[in-house]
């Protein structure tokens, strides 16, 4: 039986096409088989253009090593414009490649039907109860029962803080040992309300005050335990985890955010996360948690005076209606 020969040329093609189909199918399926995991992992078009580089640069090497192995690769190019496998392979070959060359410059130029990448609404409200529109968030506005009890815990010196933060300032009365738990916050709104204390006569504004920095305090203490993460320290939406989201977690120091919308709207957007949005808020899914699983209606409003403060910005107001 006559030995199949393929000439150098035939070879060098089908080589190419082998690599090829080894970096496009081969590694996916392997990964596949490596990591376990129920899909393929895909090659980057940079690393198929490195092998298909280094594949042609060998051939070359190889093909051009010496005078007859060009003869020999060039041999059935020749033949081909000579006419020598018949005229019409000539013709076909002669057709087929400008078809192909113009084929690819049309498919790269040619405008492409795609769907805008802006169209993520980032303030959906087809589901947003109009209930919640005018809340108001009673922690930065406390009522007169809480300033009169506020009052009377400043007088015992006996100020109830939220279990998260009790140890941390119990710790520091240990080392500080102060004559008041309210020398925990030295600033000036404080100092002016232990002062009143002290001297017997106490104003409602400056307690009013002093609470709100009480507030603030364990505001921050709340955000720092389960929104830095993704929020970050600076509120920029660029924690630790934020590289990790494709829809990154806001900044809410950028003007487009917190501040446009009303302080409702942040409470309900906290409250029910990225499970909670309308489909106008897709094509990507939000990793922001649903926070009425893990934090009290108090907690959360707590938080939200933290990130405005921390933002340095204020909520819109409500429209009247
Ligand atoms: C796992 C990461 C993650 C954590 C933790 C997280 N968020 Fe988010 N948050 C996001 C992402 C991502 C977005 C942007 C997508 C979206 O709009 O839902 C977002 C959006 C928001 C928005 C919407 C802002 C706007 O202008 O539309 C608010 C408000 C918010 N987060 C508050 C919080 C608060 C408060 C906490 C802590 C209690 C928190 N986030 C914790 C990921 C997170």
């Known amino acids: 039986m006559k030995k199949l020969r393929l000439g150098s040329f035939f070879t060098v093609v089908l080589i190419l096409l082998v690599v090829y189909a080894l970096v496009k199918w081969g590694i996916p399926a392997v990964s596949r088989e490596v990591t376990t995991l129920p899909f393929p992992l895909p090659v980057p078009g940079t690393l198929m253009f490195f092998y298909m580089v280094l594949t042609v640069v060998a051939l070359f090497l190889f093909v051009t090593f010496s005078e007859e192995g060009l003869d020999d690769f060039l041999r059935p190019v020749k033949k081909l ?19 192909v060359v113009s084929w690819q410059v049309y498919e790269v130029v040619v405008p492409k039907v795609e769907v805008p990448s802006s169209l993520r609404i980032q303030h959906p409200s087809s589901n947003f109860p109009k209930s919640f529109e005018d809340k108001k968030n009673p922690i930065a506005n406390p009522g007169e029962a809480q300033v009169t009890a506020f009052i009377e815990q400043a007088e015992a010196n006996e100020i109830e803080f939220i279990p998260q933060v009790q140890e941390d300032v119990e710790n520091w009365m240990n080392e500080v040992e102060p004559d008041h738990v309210l020398e925990f916050f030295a600033v000036e709104p404080v100092k002016k309300f232990l002062a009143q204390l002290e001297s017997g006569s106490v104003d409602r504004e400056t307690a009013r005050a002093a609470l709100l920095e009480k507030n603030l305090f364990e505001g921050r ?34 003007n487009g955010t917190i501040e446009t919308i009303v302080e409702g709207y942040t409470f309900w957007r906290v409250t029910n996360g990225g499970p909670g949005l309308p489909t106008e808020a897709t094509p990507w899914d939000s990793a922001m948690p649903e926070w009425k699983l893990s934090l009290t209606e108090e907690e959360r409003w707590k938080i939200i005076l933290a990130e405005y403060d921390l933002a340095q910005k204020t909520p819109r107001i409500p429209e009247s209606h």
């Open 81 to 99: 414009l000579r006419g020598g496998y018949s005229k019409i392979a000539r013709a076909a070959v002669l057709l087929a490649v400008p078809v």
């Open 221 to 254: 203490a709340l955000y720092a335990m389960n929104c830095r993460a993704c929020h970050g320290d600076s509120v920029a939406g660029d924690g630790p985890m934020a590289d990790g989201f494709k829809l990154r977690p806001i900044n809410f120091t950028d």
